[in-house]
Every structure is written in structure tokens, then in C-alpha cells.
């Protein structure tokens, strides 16, 4: 198994990697919420547990439970703001083995609909003032 050192963990450590990467929008109960910078899945977000754990199984029930509660709040809110026709849940973490979920809105007319979602296809990225204003419907649609 390779697992990744939470001191080399951009979740764990902060790092400026995780703020090119994407902006923190709220924490969670135990979780943090962030809007991805790259958006050509409009709306998409991840959640990142809290804790440096390699895999879902590794949560007591409890743990998992109350993560899985975060996600679906979080895609509630997603679902609320974008109305996407279906959100795309990927947690793959095979080099970086810190718990969290992507979670990509799908498009009937957008990109890779009936497909899977590409990782970080680096094509449409938004003004500040376009991420301020996603984050603020967010943050309000999640109460």
C-alpha cells in the first residue's frame, strides 16, 4: 500500500500546491469544503476529511457516517445552486492518500457527459469575482 506522509500532504499541510489548486470555501463537521479553481465541470467542488486517513474503510462507522452526511450536504448544495443533471463522486487517492472526494457536476450538453470526468483538464479557469460569487450561493445554500 503507498501510503503518502501527512507532512507531505497538501490537506494536512496547507500548502500553497492546495491554493493554486482550489480556494476553501467552509469547514464541515468533519470535513473542509473546497471550490475547485478549475471549472470546466461548473460547480465542482471537494471534500476533504479531516484527518490524514488513507481510505473510507478505515473510518469507524461513525467517522464515515458523519463524512458521508458532509458530501451529501455539500452536493445538496450543489445541486440547489448549479442544477446540474448529475454529480460525479470520484475518490481515488492513489499517490496522495488523504481521504476526499471530488465531486464534478455533469451537463447534459457539457463536457464528458456519460463519461467519466477528466482529473484536472486545465482549460477554464474564472475571475476572482466569479469564484466569489459561486462560494457566497454555496455558503448560503448549505445554511
Not at 480556494?23 to 473542509?32: F, K
Not at 445552486?81 to 492518500?97: C, E, H, M, T
Not at 483538464?121 to 462560494?135: A, C, N, W
Request: glycine residues 4%; negative net charge; contains cysteine.
Amino acid at each position: 500500500m503507498n501510503l503518502s506522509d501527512p507532512k507531505d500532504c497538501l490537506y494536512c499541510t496547507n500548502n500553497q500546491t492546495l491554493h493554486d489548486l482550489m480556494i476553501e470555501i467552509a469547514p464541515l463537521s468533519v470535513s473542509r469544503l473546497f471550490l475547485f479553481k478549475e471549472q470546466t465541470y461548473y460547480g465542482r467542488c471537494l471534500v476533504s476529511y479531516k484527518d490524514h486517513v488513507h481510505d473510507l474503510n478505515m473510518l469507524s462507522d461513525e467517522e464515515r457516517n458523519a463524512f458521508m452526511a458532509d458530501v451529501v450536504k455539500v452536493t445538496r448544495a450543489m445541486q440547489k445552486v448549479f442544477n446540474p443533471q448529475k454529480i460525479n463522486y470520484g475518490a481515488y487517492s492513489d499517490k496522495l492518500s488523504h481521504l476526499h472526494f471530488h465531486l464534478a457536476p455533469k451537463y447534459e450538453d457539457g463536457p464528458d457527459f456519460g463519461g467519466t470526468f477528466t482529473m484536472n483538464p486545465q482549460k477554464v479557469y474564472l475571475s476572482d469575482k466569479e469564484y466569489e460569487g459561486m462560494i457566497a450561493k454555496l455558503k448560503e445554500a448549505l445554511g
